[in-house]
């Protein structure tokens, strides 16, 4: 069992709704039909609110309490989420989407940032024409170097087309615990019309 597992049985929603901005954009600029790969998604919140803007989506996360949760969620909303517990790490990216997710899994500290790093550059290759990369991490000068930089380093086709801080609110119902964040959300386009 892992942590996550421990802290999604005690909170059914531990991260609350998707950020506004997030879904503000899907709603405007989602495809009505696609697929969407959700890493690290743990409950759900994300590859449900995709599913019901019309993605058909594969959510990956290491918490099998978290995976269940969001197909339950999924199946009583008749919504397209397919559930995976597997290390994001190893995952194999075999298939390409027109959307893919990476919310609050990517820190850039100095064990990991190399491992991040290389992640990125995995999931960069398996957008379709058009696609967006969706990327959140918390606000934080070093944290948004490190993804700019990230950026320069890719081709040309790869374009940021939304890059904004969104407000977000963490609560823990059975603690009382709140606390408020900026998140640093920044949306890349596949603007070439073949694979990268
Ligand atoms: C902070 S939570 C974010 C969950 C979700 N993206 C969201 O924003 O609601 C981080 C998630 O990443 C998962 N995770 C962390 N490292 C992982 C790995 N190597 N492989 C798969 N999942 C991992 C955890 O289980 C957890 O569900």
């Given at each position: 069992m892992t942590n996550y597992d421990k802290q999604y049985q005690d909170e059914i929603n531990l991260f609350g709704a998707p950020y506004a901005e997030f879904e503000a954009f899907v709603r405007e600029h989602a495809p009505q039909s696609g697929t969407a790969l959700d890493l690290g998604c743990g409950q759900g919140r994300d590859a449900l609110m995709l599913a019901k803007h019309g993605y058909t989506v594969t959510g990956v996360d290491g918490s099998r309490v978290g995976i269940d949760q969001m197909l339950a969620a999924a199946q009583s909303q008749n919504l397209a989420v397919t559930g995976i517990v597997a290390d994001f790490y190893t995952y194999p990216l075999a298939d390409t989407y027109d959307a893919i997710v990476l919310d609050s899994i990517l820190h850039f500290g100095k064990a990991d940032k190399s491992k991040e790093l290389a992640l990125l550059n995995a999931v960069a290759q398996?957008?379709?024409?058009?696609g967006y990369l969706f990327l959140f991490v918390h606000k934080s000068a070093q944290k948004e170097r490190v993804l700019k930089t990230w950026r320069t380093s890719l081709s040309d086709t790869l374009s940021i087309v939304h890059e904004a801080y969104v407000d977000y609110v963490y609560k823990e119902s059975v603690s009382g615990f709140q606390s408020k964040f900026q998140y640093y959300m920044l949306v890349l386009q596949q603007t070439s019309q073949e694979r990268a």
């Open positions: 398996q957008l379709n024409p058009n």
